[in-house]
Each structure stands twice: as C-alpha cells, then as structure tokens.
C-alpha cells in the first residue's frame, strides 16, 4: 500500500540541520508517510546524515547541484502519496503538522493548504514576527481577497509549510525542473 503522504525534503549543504530536519518529520502524530530526502549535489556531509537513519519510510536521492526546481521534480515524479508534504533540510515541522494538515486536507476538501510558520533561528529559539514581516502583516476574509493580496501585493505564503494533493502538484506543473527559483510562488 502506498503511504498517504509523501513528504519532500529538500537539501542543499543543510549539515547542520539534516539530523534536527528528519527527525522531526519521523516523530510527527501522523505516521502514514514516506520521506523523500532529495540531495541537490551538496559538497557537506548531508547525504551521509540522511542515511544514518534506518527507518524504512525514508528514500535518499541524489542528483547533481541543477537547483530546487529540479530536485522539487525529481521527488515528485517518485512520490507516491495521495497528499505532497513540502519540507527543506533547514526546517523543523511541529510533531502534530502532518495530521492537522491532512485532517484539513480531507474536511475541507482542499487541493492545496498553507500553514503560518515559526520561524526559528540557528539555535532553533522562536524569532519574532518582526523578523519576517511578510509572513505576518497579511490577512484576507475571503479567496479573492487572498489572491489579490498574493498576485498584487506579493508571496506571503511560505512554500515549505505546504501539502498539496500529488495530482494537483503533476497536473499544473509545480515542480518544473528548469526553475531556480520563485517555484514557492509558482506553488
């Protein structure tokens, strides 16, 4: 049986993070996922780390330094969820973030779902909203609201919060593999 969600971990010379990263993705409430841990060509230990774990869950790939897009594609095209769960190597989610998104995903009916981040700094202590305004000084009542907000005023949807249905994802094209950036906003 395939899992329900397959988480996407990105990585691009993350050491630091790598061990932090996983670790909250495997002590989540959620425990029906796969964990694709793409590597883009780091030049650290990452890939090393990643494979110290030996949960079954887990799926190393690697891929030469080609960016996010392509390595965001790469994942994909292996995912084999109902539900894409977006994740970089120098994040850490909430241990209940997979099941209150995917009990959202269901209720709602959603195809897409954002969540507000923590935002963190090296030492993993909360940082203020001030810090990262973009995040925080936007509010909408309504779907036509959030958009004109988003495509008029600017991205304030942070990417890495984000689980998406697999065949939404394939079917508009998120994880172009050309992109070097902007695929968060492209999302």
Same mark, same amino acid.
């Given at each position: 049986?395939?899992?329900?969600?397959?988480?996407?971990?990105?990585?691009?010379?993350?050491?630091?993070?790598?061990?932090?990263?996983i670790?909250?993705?495997?002590?989540?409430?959620?425990?029906?996922?796969?964990?694709l841990?793409?590597?883009?060509?780091?030049?650290d230990?990452?890939?090393?780390?990643?494979?110290?774990?030996?949960?079954?869950?887990?799926?190393?790939?690697?891929?030469?330094?080609r960016?996010?897009?392509?390595?965001?594609?790469?994942? $994909?095209?292996?995912?084999r969820?109902?539900?894409v769960a $977006?994740m970089?190597?120098?994040?850490?989610?909430?241990s209940?973030?997979?099941?209150?998104?995917?009990?959202?995903?269901?209720?709602?009916?959603?195809?897409?779902?954002?969540?507000?981040?923590?935002?963190?700094?090296?030492?993993?202590?909360s940082?203020?909203?001030?810090?990262?305004?973009?995040?925080?000084k936007?509010s909408?009542?309504t779907?036509?609201?959030?958009?004109?907000?988003?495509?008029?005023?600017?991205?304030?949807?942070?990417?890495t919060?984000?689980?998406?249905?697999r065949?939404?994802?394939?079917?508009?094209?998120?994880?172009?593999?050309?992109?070097?950036?902007?695929?968060?906003?492209?999302?």
């Amino acid at each position: 049986m395939p899992p329900t969600v397959s988480v996407i971990c990105l990585c691009y010379n993350h050491e630091a993070y790598v061990r932090a990263a996983i670790n909250s993705i495997l002590n989540q409430t959620y425990g029906d996922f796969e964990l694709l841990f793409v590597d883009d060509g780091s030049t650290d230990n990452s890939v090393a780390l990643a494979r110290e774990f030996a949960d079954p869950r887990i799926k190393v790939l690697t891929t030469d330094h080609r960016g996010p897009g392509y390595a965001s594609a790469m994942a $994909l095209n292996q995912a084999r969820g109902e539900y894409v769960a $977006l994740m970089s190597s120098d994040d850490v989610c909430l241990s209940h973030r997979f099941e209150a998104q995917h009990k959202q995903m269901r209720e709602m009916s959603l195809d897409a779902l954002f969540s507000r981040p923590t935002l963190i700094d090296d030492g993993g202590r909360s940082l203020p909203e001030t810090a990262w305004p973009v995040f925080f000084k936007r509010s909408f009542r309504t779907t036509e609201d959030l958009y004109e907000k988003l495509f008029f005023r600017g991205n304030f949807l942070c990417a890495t919060s984000a689980m998406i249905r697999r065949d939404v994802a394939t079917r508009f094209g998120w994880a172009s593999a050309g992109m070097l950036q902007l695929q968060d906003y492209l999302l």
